[in-house]
């Protein structure tokens, strides 16, 4: 019975140390080349801002948005998928503008970016599906040259519409998800 105290007592020892040593992602504690494309131990999203004070001075800011990851937790995209998905650490925010951009979904849809990057697609995933675009049909329009076809379903978000002067009532839809993806 003491060895299995002892084992117990050693077991949790060695779960604390671990958990300690990995830590827990917050955004507001990451610097701005880490924060953009990191998600934090909540599951939610970080965003990179930018503030100019009274003097003219910019500052860097992460912190966490409302935006959610799918399955994902506890995470900060490599710089291999930064690469590879053409992507760049200085982002702010995040938005859907940036499939419009040919040579970024060019990068996004190759294999390199689609098959090993599952935070950079599951986001652009959920933002094109904002947009009314499923992904894996843009990126396969990508590959036949179809680029007319979805990229006119696509609307910039770079003008905002005003809301409804009268009260809108919403029902619930269950959220999209992103395609399975091969495990890297």
Known sequence: MACFKTLAVLALVLVLCVQGTLGEIKCEHLDQDTCSYAISSTGKRCVLEKHV???????????????????????????QCIK???????????????????????????????????????????????????????????????????IADIKSSGIVATGPIHAVKFTAAAPLVAPALAPY
């Open 84 to 150: 590879a998905c053409g992507l760049d650490r200085k982002t702010l925010g995040i938005s859907s503008d940036s499939l419009l951009d040919s040579c970024f979904t060019k990068h996004l849809c190759s294999s390199e970016c689609y098959n090993s990057c599952p935070n950079v697609v599951d986001l652009y995933f959920n933002l094109a599906a904002g947009e009314g675009v499923f992904l894996p049909k843009l990126c396969e329009a990508k590959e036949g040259n179809g680029r007319r076809e979805l």
């Open 53 to 79: 004070k009274r003097s003219g001075q910019e500052s860097y800011n992460c912190r966490t948005s409302e935006i959610e990851a799918d399955r994902l937790r506890n995470w900060i995209e490599s710089d």
